[in-house]
């Protein structure tokens, strides 16, 4: 089956979706560059989607870049990441210190104070993927303790062992949200590596179709993908050229756009036997098997006007974001606004202190307008503007209204579930409606009155097990005495009868 049978590499022009400001031209300037190696890096345990990893190290003990420093229990059955040190040196301390997040978010993170020397451990040794089994690659893969680096975090080992037929393997490099550029850089300059992770993943699975996604807008990617597909001899690799439009780089929009099938509600692309990861998990899997280097670092895009001289670096995981903004020659003046991610899905950040994680992909430094037109809400026009670019083709005014009355079951038929929460409602709403914020809320509320319904039900079928169990008991009970007395003979008294039962009293007492 060719690659075309599967993936359409020209799709169509969305209709959905917007096309708010790039803001990319400007990071994209300048080489990637390397961070210095940190003084100390602050490892947060929870990397990944699943179950927390557990530290293995502690405070005082000496560790080697690359060493294994916290675990899931894999026999929880659920994916968890591992984590590994990205610097050599002692363990300071093991604390809980905040994280990117809410003004509250705080996660157990193991600090590292670096001794300089950058020792690589003795487990980091390269290996030949095309000796290894499917199951062995997908082995390693999870001892390296990768993710999928466009945000997502789930565990790339529990991905490529999917039970389902793999039709197609998708690399997502539709970097569609302003400012940042890490993939396009990555692509642009270490395409060798994204197209050889891409191969290594595709064997894993067993050889699917596979292509790289990128968008219109990204010409020299494209180039340098094409030269690096060629360079590598193989014609098991493609590249899709998709809109540069907002957000087409979403999982289920992608697999949409270019092979025609919808992701199901509360569905994963595998049901559709499609596997979807990033090209920067690709490049860390290539990597890995190059150097035996696990995910310790990635690259970050630090933009926006009040960064002096924005780029991208390339980062160990647990230095501060304050570094990388050193990298790129600091703030220009007060920095005002800081976002981690994008303008659209990012978190806003108290300060610079927070360390680089598995997740960030992008920090943006912005200055306050001194004069911002007020943006008071206002009542809903119902022109439908929302609906009309809403990627998931949901009804946000209707899911508004179902949101304000807290009418849960109006929110469930309607499909707020679906909700990916891109923002292109609030973008385009000229009431200034805050509506991402209203669904993440409705969406929170209706997964805890689903717990609530849940406990009360399972509470319910509890008490009518032990109903049932107490029931069958005294059921076997009066059969028991039944057929005793059924065996008495015809001529015991009924002195004796009563005997034997106060005897049976005095011993229950």
Same mark, same amino acid.
């Given at each position: 089956?060719?690659?075309?049978?599967?993936?359409?590499?020209?799709p169509?022009?969305?209709?959905?979706?917007?096309?708010?400001?790039?803001?990319?031209?400007?990071?994209?300037?300048?080489?990637?560059?390397?961070?210095?190696?940190?003084?100390?890096?602050?490892?947060?345990v929870?990397?990944?989607?699943?179950?927390?990893?557990?530290?293995?190290?502690?405070?005082?003990?000496?560790?080697?870049?690359?060493?294994?420093?916290?675990?899931?229990?894999?026999?929880?059955g659920?994916?968890?990441? !591992?984590?590994?040190?990205?610097?050599?040196?002692?363990?300071?301390?093991?604390?809980?210190?905040?994280?990117?997040?809410?003004?509250?978010?705080?996660?157990?993170c193991?600090?590292?104070d670096?001794d300089?020397?950058?020792?690589?451990?003795?487990?980091?040794?390269?290996?030949?993927?095309?000796s290894?089994?499917?199951?062995?690659?997908?082995?390693?893969?999870?001892?390296g303790?990768?993710?999928?680096?466009?945000?997502?975090?789930f565990?790339?080992?529990?991905?490529l062992?999917?039970?389902?037929?793999?039709?197609?393997?998708?690399?997502?490099?539709?970097e569609?949200e302003?400012?940042?550029?890490?993939?396009?850089?990555?692509? !642009?300059?270490?395409?060798?590596?994204?197209?050889?992770?891409?191969?290594?993943?595709?064997?894993?699975?067993?050889?699917?179709?596979?292509?790289?996604?990128?968008?219109?807008?990204?010409p020299?990617?494209?180039v340098?993908?094409?030269?690096?597909i060629?360079?590598?001899?193989?014609t098991?690799?493609?590249?899709?050229?998709?809109?540069?439009?907002?957000?087409?780089?979403?999982? !289920?929009?992608?697999?949409?756009?270019?092979?025609?099938?919808?992701?199901?509600?509360y569905?994963?692309?595998?049901?559709?036997?499609?596997?979807?990861q990033?090209?920067?998990?690709?490049?860390?899997?290539?990597?890995?098997?190059?150097?035996?280097?696990?995910?310790?670092s990635?690259?970050?895009?630090?933009?926006?006007?009040?960064?002096?001289?924005p780029?991208?670096?390339?980062?160990?995981?647990?230095?501060s974001l304050?570094?990388?903004?050193?990298?790129?020659g600091?703030?220009?003046g007060?920095?005002?606004?800081?976002?981690?991610?994008?303008?659209?899905?990012?978190?806003?950040?108290p300060d610079?202190?927070?360390?680089?994680?598995?997740?960030?992909?992008?920090?943006?430094?912005l200055?306050?307008?001194a004069?911002e037109p007020s943006?008071?809400?206002?009542?809903?026009?119902?022109?439908?503007?929302?609906?009309e670019?809403?990627p998931a083709r949901?009804?946000p005014q209707?899911?508004l209204?179902?949101?304000?009355?807290s009418?849960?079951?109006?929110?469930?038929?309607l499909?707020?579930?679906?909700?990916?929460?891109?923002?292109?409602?609030?973008?385009?709403?000229?009431?200034?409606?805050?509506?991402?914020?209203?669904?993440?809320?409705?969406?929170?509320?209706?997964?805890?009155?689903?717990?609530?319904?849940?406990?009360?039900?399972?509470?319910?079928?509890?008490?009518?097990?032990?109903?049932?169990?107490?029931?069958?008991?005294?059921?076997?009970?009066?059969?028991?005495?039944?057929?005793?007395?059924?065996?008495?003979?015809?001529?015991?008294?009924?002195?004796?009868?009563?005997? !034997?039962?106060?005897?049976?009293?005095?011993?229950?007492?």
């Amino acid at each position: 089956m060719s690659v075309r049978s599967v993936f359409n590499l020209q799709p169509a022009r969305p209709a959905w979706g917007i096309r708010p400001p790039a803001h990319k031209t400007q990071s994209m300037r300048d080489p990637i560059a390397s961070a210095p190696l940190p003084a100390q890096v602050s490892i947060p345990v929870e990397q990944s989607l699943g179950i927390r990893a557990e530290p293995l190290v502690e405070p005082s003990q000496r560790v080697r870049t690359g060493e294994l420093i916290a675990a899931a229990d894999s026999a929880a059955g659920w994916p968890g990441a !591992r984590i590994h040190a990205s610097v050599s040196g002692h363990v300071r301390c093991i604390e809980e210190r905040p994280v990117a997040g809410d003004d509250t978010a705080t996660s157990l993170c193991i600090v590292i104070d670096s001794d300089g020397l950058d020792e690589r451990h003795p487990d980091c040794r390269p290996a030949d993927p095309w000796s290894l089994s499917p199951a062995q690659i997908i082995e390693r893969i999870r001892a390296g303790g990768i993710v999928g680096l466009g945000g997502a975090l789930f565990d790339t080992a529990a991905k490529l062992e999917c039970k389902a037929n793999v039709a197609g393997l998708i690399l997502n490099g539709a970097e569609c949200e302003p400012y940042i550029t890490c993939d396009e850089m990555l692509m !642009r300059e270490r395409a060798d590596a994204v197209v050889e992770g891409a191969l290594i993943m595709a064997r894993a699975l067993g050889d699917p179709d596979t292509v790289i996604a990128v968008e219109s807008d990204m010409p020299e990617a494209r180039v340098a993908l094409h030269d690096a597909i060629d360079a590598r001899g193989t014609t098991a690799v493609s590249v899709a050229v998709v809109t540069a439009k907002y957000p087409a780089g979403g999982e !289920r929009q992608l697999i949409e756009l270019i092979a025609g099938r919808e992701v199901p509600e509360y569905g994963l692309p595998s049901d559709i036997g499609m596997v979807c990861q990033n090209v920067a998990t690709a490049a860390a899997v290539a990597g890995l098997f190059a150097s035996g280097e696990p995910l310790i670092s990635r690259i970050v895009t630090v933009a926006g006007d009040n960064i002096a001289e924005p780029r991208n670096v390339d980062a160990r995981i647990g230095t501060s974001l304050s570094e990388l903004v050193s990298v790129a020659g600091g703030y220009v003046g007060e920095a005002h606004r800081l976002i981690m991610g994008g303008p659209m899905m990012g978190i806003a950040l108290p300060d610079d202190s927070m360390p680089v994680t598995k997740a960030t992909n992008c920090i943006i430094a912005l200055h306050e307008p001194a004069h911002e037109p007020s943006r008071v809400e206002m009542p809903c026009i119902r022109c439908a503007e929302c609906s009309e670019v809403c990627p998931a083709r949901l009804l946000p005014q209707e899911l508004l209204i179902a949101s304000r009355t807290s009418d849960t079951e109006a929110l469930e038929e309607l499909g707020v579930d679906a909700c990916i929460e891109c923002g292109c409602c609030d973008y385009v709403c000229p009431s200034y409606i805050p509506l991402t914020v209203r669904f993440i809320e409705a969406k929170r509320t209706l997964r805890e009155q689903r717990q609530t319904r849940h406990d009360a039900e399972h509470a319910r079928d509890r008490f009518e097990a032990r109903e049932a169990r107490l029931k069958d008991a005294a059921e076997a009970l009066t059969r028991e005495l039944d057929e005793q007395v059924e065996s008495l003979d015809e001529q015991t008294s009924i002195d004796e009868i009563m005997a !034997r039962v106060g005897g049976g009293e005095e011993n229950d007492r």
